[in-house]
């Protein structure tokens, strides 16, 4: 049986990534990709790098709801937040599966989604029914999801970094730093001064701080983790939980890398008395048992951004540092793959009855 | 069935793309992998990018023929010429297939393999019964091969870029210019100060000239496809052929490109008299009817080195100056992939029987 | 004496190197630069790289001519042409020296512009009076021009490599190839996807041919090179030469790095009969004799785009190749310094009466 | 008056840097530079970018003291830890002026030189008369210094970028986190396969963790700020002080960036209580009143690293984040010319009663 997909808005970096991703898809098909400026045109015109591939031959089209309801059992939202979640809403109404890659249904919360997106939050059904896709912590819940909210490229780092040491108290959860440096491609293919080649390229800098948008993405999914020590996220359900004892504040600060994809998630905790390093590498190794995209560096190796290039691998590194009382957590992943449409159909194949990794099993491209 | 493949050399970047290759190829199992310095290593240990494939879990033995002949079907050769040729000998001996992927099997002629790579050729019998592994011209020949010398990469790009031009007289012979750049991995792995990333990055130049040891190699499969008009290269015998009537030498000019993967060959040639645009594009519609590999752009575009990626496309463009009376012929391909590793692949499946797009299909990683 | 000058678009990339190279220039203080969208701002402000010196507080107006004039002696045009015709005609009105950094004035015929820039010529007069700036065949006639068109990136490197060779005869000049490679800042600073950091980093393509408008510059000069052996360019006048027996065409072929600065250019020449190295290498020699700015590599040396970054060089290396009859000749510039800013600079030092290489001194930044 | 300087070790990147800074100083000459793989050449022949300069034609020399002493005034010593030091003894032997860019005679303290380097530190009276040479906190004693220890690449960027907030005790000291990225320049010009192009480019990866060298350095220097609260640290003595109520550690974490040239420090700290925003600016503005080389950015502004590139800047930008406590302090320079060449020129200067800036005036090349 295949799977026929959409994909609305094809133009931008995810809405490619996901075209390359589904060229050799064994079991989803996309049918249709939608594009205001380049409808009429084939797939393999807009991007020659898909031609000799089948799907080359899939139209472009207007990104009406009722044309993408007669063809479509699941659909990608590939826009950015707001035309999401209007047309969010309009095909969950029609019954299509829906997998959002923009933020608008991370937040738990409507007014914490209005207060760092600065727009009310219009669909509060589909905001209800949304399972935010991270497999590793609610894959139980996303087999059965009629709506996935896509994490965000540094959550998914983030957070896949900091779960194990935060659910097993290894760290204080009151004192934690990001220090997150992505590819360029993060910053969308709009044509922006910013993002020209002549000025990323041989450069780097921070940008966008203290309040970049993913902080209370990764705060709300950090602090559900702390709430309840004996929590196991796969099952339990989505409201937001208050702080059971201690806040968690994270300060995230995120840097613009010269190259294309990734993103390493250098983070900065302190260390609970007593903690030893066997019991660390302990719990990331339970955490993540049988977990097919994590892989925990052996000790002394740390991640570097090429080993997960176009992969869905997200590659931690664990050093103690008892001289300093830390432990320091590097998180590497692709953040177009991982962080965007790889995770975007990772969440079909669980949505669509299929294993979590079809598709998606090509090694980096190393060199 | 699965073969089972041995990999002599798997330290620098040949090997290393030959490693990518077989992580997920369904039917070409890499049993064991040689490097004198890793040996005792596992794969996964030795490229951490591997890590989470079952090949990671392949040995690194000694480079010894009697291990390879004990385990292998096949044999890639991933080692510098010189060694190759000595290793081919003994394993050709133990009847064992081999892909070589140094040169030391593409010059049809000792003497002049004596000439530009300053040593002798030891090997007379192996040069005798080696087969031109590019398989869009030698397909038949190499699937009853039992040992397939490799194409140099530039002379892939180069050859594929002329062929139909050459074969169909729609340029003069005696006035080429090919203008090639290359990634930096076509340096291969060695420590050189001059590979360093702070020599290359945010740096061009051109390198080697007038002497690359890619010229007699490009020289000698060009002037093949002229010596006869009517030449169907699929069928001929591997003899080396005198120039009928016309000399053909090639002015080959390559340079360094501060980027990892890709070929592109610019390639300058002085139309024939009458020729006009429609009988150049059929002659190489026709001459690539069929084969997967090769794709021709639409006039009017040019082909970009990212659209290769990591993938066996050689992508050509067209583009005929009547103002100059010139044909300028652009051809793109990924010097590890298309231009070494990924052709070796390809060879080996067209030996063992299998489909020789096999393990090559995935489509680039672009952006 | 200290010069005023102005600056008509400071947004843009030639814009900002000349305000770099304005910096510390000890002769020529910009006095006042303009700009649609930033007027009102100081310079420091528009270029954070610039705080910390003087010209940081040099004050952002609007592109007024009666404002230029009230504060300049001598004013930059870095707009794109048309643009820059309408400015240059209004400045000279009034007096002021003009270098003008667009196309506008650099082709003598008012019909080739047209042909070529798809605009009629509204200004006659001044390209009557502009004198093309290129110091090594006219910095007699620069020193009293009032208006200078300022080269082309490509013409400069292409020009300086070509010169010698076409003066002295040694070429035939009916066969000439440029494939030239030129740094992403040639593509200006304009908003555009294809400018983006993620479609140009880690790729390589051709563009724009056949056509490219800098080709009937190239030619034009060219043409009045071959066309009287025995030309003293430094003393002729301006009008455009009849063609002296032989046609002058050039295939000229730019390519897009992914690199900030610097352009590559390949030149692919036909010895004529009985010219030896010696000849080859003393023409060159004799014709850059005393100019500051010209390096030719002594044999066996190629150049490196990195060795010319941030300066007015023009690096030039000759490659016979008896083999196949023919000269390479490679010629390397920073098309941001020599090939626009830093040579509109140099021609300013030139009207002005000040030393050639006045400020453009700084060696360049290598690594 | 001119000061004859010598350059023992030219072949790695900050030798290369002090060429290129001293091929336009108006009043250091560098006559003649040392290496045992190259002397005998001349300068020109070995870094072809220096051709054109006077300083081409300085003599490459076996690295004797006494040829040194014979026509020097000054040396920089630009060779490894451990060569260094010998080096030094043998010229304040002779009665020279030494700036050693190694780590020698960084350290204080002789036992923590041997802990961290791994070898005993042979020269008691060297280490004893070494000025730390930061200009903005010692530029008095390196007036009168006869031996200058150049400060490390990092612990410029980060001792810069906290001094003034420690001085004025705005922050805890005993939780600070440094996420510091440098451009691959900082792993030198050795041959090794970790610094090939194609092991860096289009990647990056944190590095050396827990225990980079440059560790000691920093907490040395920032303990010495905090020891005495009313510290002058200009008038100090050099003797290592005790701590004075608080310890003083630092979490050092270095990354590797696919870019040349360039540190960024992140560092995070944790504000004291009532700390506000004026305070901080006011501290920092005062500590670096008068100070040419460091740029305090403007709120809401944040370094980027091409902006330094070539100079001596130091950008600093500050952003208090109260919501989590915190002063995040960003701290950017080029790691060659400020984290070693540019800065030991700028203690020649100082050493030669020069003005500190001389010769080190240009804008950065930006783009």
Redesign the interface.
Known sequence: MTIRAGLVGVTG?TG?ELA??L??HPAIKLVCATSRTDAGKKLGEL???????ELAETEIIQPEPELLAACCDLVFLAVPHGAAMEMAGKLRAKGLKVVDLSADFRLRDAATYAEWYGQAHNEPDCLAEAVYGLPELYAERIRTAKLVANPGCYPTASILGLYPALKNRLIHCE?L?I?A?S???GAG?K???G?????????????G??RHRHTPEIEQELTRLVAEPGLTPHVTDQGHKPLAGEAL???F?P?L??????I?A?I?TRLRPGVDEAQIRAAYAEAYAGQ?FV?L?PAG??????????TM?C?I?L?P?F??G?L?I?SAIDN?CRGASGQALANANLMCGLPLELGL???????
Chains 1, 2, 3, 4 share one sequence.
């Open positions: 970096y490619m390359r991703l060229a050799a991007y020659p790098f898909l031609q000799g591939f004192d730093v220090d440096k590819g360029t491609s293919r044509a922006a001064v993002s020209l080649f002549c000025e990323v390229h041989d450069s780097f800098k921070p940008y701080m203290p504040t994270v300060s600060n840097h890398l010269p190259l294309t994809r990734g390493l250098s900065y097919c892989r560096l190796k740390l991640p570097e951004l090429r080993n997960v290039r176009g691998f590659d590194a050093v540092d001289r300093t830390r320091l590097f177009l099993e090509a090694a980096p491209i190393v060199p």
